[in-house]
């Protein structure tokens, strides 16, 4: 068989442009020249020069899929990835980074004109998602891996710009709207943070504020205290926040784009740390800070902006005096998202109270709820002497998953027994918890034990009101004495009830009881918050120790603290008393001591920026032996209701008593027609406690701290009569 010449022809050109114009090979085929050819050549000669083409066709099919497959690797681009762990914004630790990617995460990308385009590492985190050590924050972040002294020292430089800061927040709330792009972390010690930079931008703006914070390494063994000066570099410093949820202070003139490049230089050497922060356009700013001698080793260093920033929320510790001097730090490099959804009564500062989409992570990335920002370059660079931070990793690897009991946060838990929401009794709370009732937070700071309890449950058989709630194993009488002291926040009561009763809208959080004779107590201590107020009112009751067999006409007698006293309500169901301007919001810490000493007892009651409060009151010899004795306050709360009766001359003398502590909820779903002290007509759901909880209908109390004991002589300062 033969073929024409110009066939022939055609079907080379054919081939021949297919081959070049589809598979862009590598390797080229040499392909003898054709085109002198002007016979007729056989059919051999055609079979054989097709088959070479179809052989270096496929060889350029193999080489364009590897080249078309290849990535684009962190590694390749910042190829100092080998000196670090990788956190991701799902919690976990992948280990190092070479030649890793995770597109929700950390992946590479490239912008640019198409002739000169620059390749970047991208860090992407989520408002919320799973964390890394104790931090409420995600973050996708590089964690070194050798740690190092001040002395010795260590150098990190960066290159970067911030592409995203979350869309929602609170702008009264520091944090809000920002994240942290490099840090030095201590390994050691309390694990706090002598460098973090920040970037922030509130929304609508075009500038956002670049600062960096120096957190102290707190004095003692409790860092509850800690807390951070902001330094600006471009724009504001951390302190400047929004006087609502959605007012924003004055765009900075001097700050920096999303988008805009910046870069930073950290070098640690002989206990000194310098910072150089560059951008075009922008002035370079240059800062020196002594990381082995304090300038806040007394209250009175503190600085203004911290006063005002920290010391209302409890953060008022002090320095130790050589600062992170004998402690090993490390390097982080990445994108630490400071905005999170905790709810910002919880803490002004830290917790941001943004959209979280319940975790889900593609929706907070659809709508603009993360943090994301892109990195061009770095370099380390540490000395000889740094060794392995392995310990760092190993403690904080899943402790987000790890259960922290309330007996690790207020170790006195073995002194207690407890009664539950749902009506269970616990003897043994070492290492317990429950996840509906009693269990361990965090705040953005520190740990507390909460206790919640709803509108309705099983309670104990004296009373009406659920509880979460300890109760102490030793008793003792008034003669011998004790000692209860707690701080807390009180976060939540119930958002229904009526007005018109007293005992609506609120909590005891502490308390004396009796455990012999009628079981009355001597001493409770109420939160109580009306709807649509701010602040709500801390005040403490005496119940009297009814004379005679006939307790039913037992009353309360109401002190106040900060706010209202129990007396006050109001006319109809909905009709609520004037908001007490000296009151306490829901979150607001504030702290008490039931101090029992030789029958007397001492009450203290303290929380910054309010007047201390003292009060005294005998236990063992009454003020109310007779009809006439009754407080006009009781006359008017108690007597309508038929509860009228007078107290034994002795008080409480002898009889064996002992403290209570928690959340016992104060309302209920009783019908007000019964008792208009004591029952709320809240909802509660049917006793459906996830409802319940759903709805507002429970109370909710953190303690910090708490201790309990022998009482303690004292002088009074204030007496009560």
Not at 200 to 224: L, Q
Not at 443 to 451: F, H, L, M, S
Not at 594 to 601: A, Q, S, T
Request: with cysteine; charged share 20%.
């Amino acid at each position: 068989m033969s073929i024409g010449l110009a066939k022939f022809k055609h079907l080379k050109y054919t081939l021949v442009n297919n081959f070049r114009t589809k598979y862009q090979i590598v390797n080229k085929c040499i392909i003898t020249s054709l085109a002198n050819i002007s016979v007729i050549m056989s059919t051999s000669l055609f079979l054989g020069i097709f088959l070479m083409l179809q052989s270096c066709s496929n060889t350029a099919k193999e080489s364009n899929n590897e080249l078309t497959q290849k990535t684009n690797y962190a590694s390749d681009i910042t190829p100092f990835l080998n000196h670090w762990n990788l956190i991701l914004g799902n919690g976990s630790n992948v280990g190092q980074a070479t030649n890793f990617e995770h597109k929700d995460f950390f992946y590479t990308t490239s912008d640019g004109p198409d002739n000169d385009q620059e390749d970047w590492v991208v860090y992407k985190t989520p408002n919320a998602g799973n964390t890394h050590g104790t931090s409420n924050n995600t973050r996708t972040e590089l964690a070194q891996l050798k740690k190092w002294s001040p002395i010795t020292g260590g150098r990190l430089n960066a290159s970067l710009k911030v592409m995203n800061v979350a869309a929602t927040g609170d702008a009264r709330v520091a944090a809000s709207y920002s994240m942290v792009i490099g840090q030095i972390h201590s390994a050691d010690g309390h694990e706090n943070e002598p460098f973090k930079l920040f970037y922030k931008k509130f929304p609508g703006h075009t500038k956002g504020s670049v600062f960096w914070n120096y957190e102290i390494n707190t004095a003692g063994d409790d860092n509850s205290g800690r807390w951070d000066y902001s330094y600006p570099i471009w724009g504001y410093d951390f302190s400047i926040v929004g006087t609502s949820e959605n007012s924003y202070p004055p765009e900075p003139t001097d700050g920096i784009e999303l988008g805009e490049e910046l870069t930073y230089e950290i070098d640690v050497k002989d206990g000194m740390m310098h910072l150089t922060f560059t951008s075009e356009g922008h002035e370079t700013k240059t800062f020196t800070k002594n990381l082995i001698v304090s300038e806040y080793s007394t209250k009175a260093k503190t600085p203004e902006q911290v006063q005002k920033l920290f010391f209302p929320i409890g953060q008022d510790g002090v320095e130790r005096e050589n600062a992170y001097a004998d402690e090993f730090l490390f390097f982080k490099l990445g994108a630490y998202n400071q905005t999170n959804g905790k709810d910002p009564a919880v803490n002004r500062v830290w917790c941001s109270g943004a959209e979280t989409h319940g975790g889900d992570l593609q929706k907070q990335y659809a709508d603009g709820n993360y943090a994301e920002v892109w990195f061009t370059s770095g370099s380390i660079d540490i000395s000889n002497d740094a060794i392995s931070n392995e310990g760092y990793f190993q403690a904080n690897d899943g402790l987000s998953h790890k259960t922290v009991y309330p007996s690790e946060v207020i170790p006195f838990m073995d002194k207690f027994k407890m009664l539950l929401g749902d009506g269970t009794n616990v003897e043994e709370l070492v290492n317990y918890e429950h996840k509906d009732f009693f269990y361990t937070v965090i705040d953005g700071t520190r740990r507390w034990v909460a206790y919640k309890t709803p509108n309705s449950g099983v309670t104990s058989k004296n009373s009406s009101n659920t509880r979460t709630e300890l109760h102490e194993k030793r008793e003792w009488t008034p003669e011998e004495g004790g000692r209860l002291t707690g701080t807390l926040r009180v976060m939540h009561v119930s958002t229904s009830g009526d007005a018109r009763v007293a005992a609506s809208f609120s909590t005891v959080v502490g308390q004396i009881h009796s455990g012999g004779g009628h079981e009355n107590e001597p001493c409770k201590i109420f939160y109580k918050k009306l709807p649509g107020h701010k602040k709500g009112s801390v005040f403490w009751n005496y119940e009297i120790n009814t004379a005679g067999d006939d307790n039913s006409g037992r009353w309360d007698y109401s002190y106040p603290v900060w706010g209202n006293d129990m007396s006050v309500v109001g006319k109809s169901p909905t009709d609520y008393s004037n908001e007490p301007q000296d009151g306490i919001e829901l979150g607001e810490e504030f702290s008490y001591e039931i101090n029992v000493y030789k029958g007397i007892m001492y009450l203290t009651f303290k929380s910054e920026g309010h007047k201390t409060k003292r009060f005294t009151k005998n236990l063992i010899k009454t003020e109310y032996a007779n009809k006439s004795d009754i407080p006009m306050q009781t006359q008017k709360l108690f007597i309508p209701i038929g509860q009228d009766g007078v107290e034994r001359a002795n008080g409480y003398a002898g009889e064996l008593n002992y403290f209570k502590q928690g959340a016992y909820n104060q309302t209920n779903g009783k019908d007000p027609e019964q008792n208009m002290v004591w029952c709320s007509g809240a909802e509660t759901y049917d006793g459906d406690i996830a409802k319940q909880y759903e709805n507002g209908a429970f109370t909710e109390v953190w303690f910090r701290a708490a201790t309990v004991g022998l009482g303690q002589p004292i002088e009074p300062t204030e007496e009560v009569r």
